[in-house]
């Protein structure tokens, strides 16, 4: 990394050091120094509560802390020991909000056009016009918020804040009030743009879904801090804690791919093992994916015993087990990690122990797989 914080593959440094106590004794203190590439997607991932939508409006400069540095890309927007404050519009930020809070007496080509009121007219209608493109919203230009779906009016949200072109995207549950399948369409779409555009962003979510579907990193925020930033798979495949781990859901996600399809299931490939999906969502063969299983939907078996809903027999090995309350989790190597939850009884009456081959059995129902 350079010293001004530009690092050399293209990819910007956003640094936060900032400690903002609340009245009621909470404190927001996140500590970050990660690199975003253009178009990349750090996402704010954590239990409600924990300071998600704080740390987003402090890097956005809707908070002002009394401790607090914030840079990126080697500017700095705010650093108190040195008295330095940019304001959100000289940070060049874009936010999105749940809720999309457009001004309703206007047109959506006119709140597309409204934080461009110094651009020349023609530059600022070229500009809305090119938004409407990518946000294939062309046909919305005349409409009022009123007469607009929720999906659509998140989009007009979307394109009014990329118009005065922002360094960064600050997007705080942007999808969150959308049903699902405007959701999807939405994530995805948003997604591709930034990305074809090269604009990077920061996405707060509690969904684990939305984060796997968006993220290339991601910092998990608990208690007002950020105890975790790495490699959305890293940290779902090594969390630091049992707090992370938590946060997380419980559950292997396994970088996977798509191999063969048809009659309602997909096969795919975890490194050299196969396993058999339900097709929920039609993934094409190819894909590349994550596959989501909880440690309660993995059975264990002492002999590979053929049971006729239980598409998957992985044989493998016994690498751990430890009390966890009512249950033992049982940490397998099947040729990648898996954790297995197994009552007291159970565990006894398979004699599990450290070492010993065992065969672990997952219904094609329970793999959940998410676009990489
Ligand atoms: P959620 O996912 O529910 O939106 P979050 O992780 O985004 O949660 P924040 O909204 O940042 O969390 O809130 C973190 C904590 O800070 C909460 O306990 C909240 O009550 C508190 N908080 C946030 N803003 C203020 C404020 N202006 N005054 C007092 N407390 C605040």
Same mark, same amino acid.
């Given at each position: ?75 700095? +927007? ?40 110094? +651009? ?6 070229? #500009? ?24 659509? %009016? ?8 990329? %118009?005065?072109? /922002? ?12 049903? &699902? ?20 962003? *920061? ?17 998990? *925020? ?7 930033? %790495? ?26 791919? *798509? ?12 490194? $050299?093992?196969?396993?058999?999906? &339900? ?11 994550? !596959?989501?299983? #909880? ?41 990648? /990690? ?22 672990? !059995?997952?219904? !094609?129902? $329970? ?6």
């Amino acid at each position: 990394m350079d010293c001004d914080g530009t690092v050399s593959d293209g990819a910007s440094t956003l640094r936060l050091d900032v400690e903002q106590r609340f009245a009621s004794r909470f404190i927001v203190a996140p500590k970050l120094d990660v690199p975003l590439p253009p178009g990349g997607f750090l996402v704010l991932f954590g239990p409600s509560g924990g300071g998600k939508t704080t740390i987003l409006r402090q890097i956005a400069g809707l908070e002002r802390p009394d401790r607090a540095l914030v840079r990126w890309a080697g500017e700095t +927007w705010c650093d108190s020991a040195a008295g330095i404050w940019r304001t959100p519009q000289q940070r060049r930020v874009g936010v999105v909000s749940q809720q999309p809070a457009l001004f309703p007496h206007l047109s959506v080509r006119d709140n597309i056009e409204y934080g461009l009121g110094a +651009w020349p007219p023609d530059r600022r209608h070229r #500009r809305s016009d090119e938004l409407l493109e990518l946000l294939d919203i062309a046909d919305l230009a005349v409409r009022h918020p009123r007469a607009l779906s929720g999906g659509q %009016a998140q989009r007009v949200a979307v394109a009014r804040a990329l %118009a005065p072109q /922002p360094q960064l995207m600050l997007l705080d549950e942007p999808f969150a009030a959308l049903d &699902a399948p405007a959701r999807i369409r939405l994530r995805r779409d948003v997604r591709t743009l930034l990305r074809r555009i090269g604009t990077p962003a *920061v996405l707060v979510t509690h969904d684990r879904g939305e984060a796997l579907a968006m993220g290339d990193l991601m910092a998990v *925020v608990i208690g007002g801090r950020v105890r975790q930033t %790495a490699h959305i798979s890293e940290v779902f495949s090594r969390p630091i804690d049992v707090e992370v781990a938590a946060s997380l859901g419980v559950e292997a996600v396994l970088p996977a791919q *798509v191999v063969e399809s048809g009659q309602g299931l997909v096969s795919v490939t975890i490194g $050299s093992v196969l396993l058999q999906v &339900a097709d929920r969502d039609g993934v094409a063969v190819g894909s590349d994916v994550y !596959a989501c299983i #909880r440690a309660e939907d993995v059975t264990l078996q002492v002999q590979s015993a053929v049971h006729v809903s239980t598409r998957n027999h992985l044989a493998g090995r016994v690498v751990s087990i430890s009390p966890e309350g009512a249950v033992d989790r049982v940490s397998l190597d099947c040729g990648f /990690p898996l954790d297995a939850l197994v009552t007291h009884r159970a565990s006894e009456e398979l004699k599990l122990e450290p070492g010993m081959p065992i065969t672990a !059995a997952i219904k !094609a129902t $329970s793999v959940h797989l998410v676009m990489r």
